[in-house]
């Protein structure tokens, strides 16, 4: 019966809440309005998408995840393992904003 697999199939994530997320339409209105937060984790996974960094933030003082493809912008890459590092260290959250460069979202100080 073709029908009976997804009678049975109940997707269980084990890799948190995926509504936590931002979409597409609120990384994008963080880079349109210029939007300072803070990150407060930095983690990278294979995902469905490939290889991702994974970024705790906090927007509007709740807690959210912003995904960011790794290996192929690689400046976003050098900050986010030396990122990793200072918080390995005890470093506190920086705040940031998500900016265009090109076609490639960067993460740059929230200050400059």
Do not use: Y
Not at 57 to 70: A, D, H, N, Q
């Amino acid at each position: 019966m073709a029908g009976k697999f997804f009678t049975e199939f109940k997707d269980e994530r084990d890799d948190g809440d995926s509504s936590a997320f931002l979409s597409a339409a609120e990384k994008q209105l963080l880079i349109d309005e210029g939007v300072a937060f803070p990150i407060t984790s930095v983690s990278s996974a294979n995902t469905q998408f490939g290889p991702r960094w994974i970024l705790g933030i906090e927007v509007e003082g709740e807690p959210r995840m912003l995904g960011f493809s790794k290996g192929k912008v690689f400046s976003r890459d050098r900050m986010l393992v030396a990122l990793e590092a200072h918080f390995d260290n005890g470093g506190e959250p920086p705040e940031v904003k998500v900016v265009m460069n090109g076609r490639s979202q960067i993460l740059v100080d929230a200050e400059a």
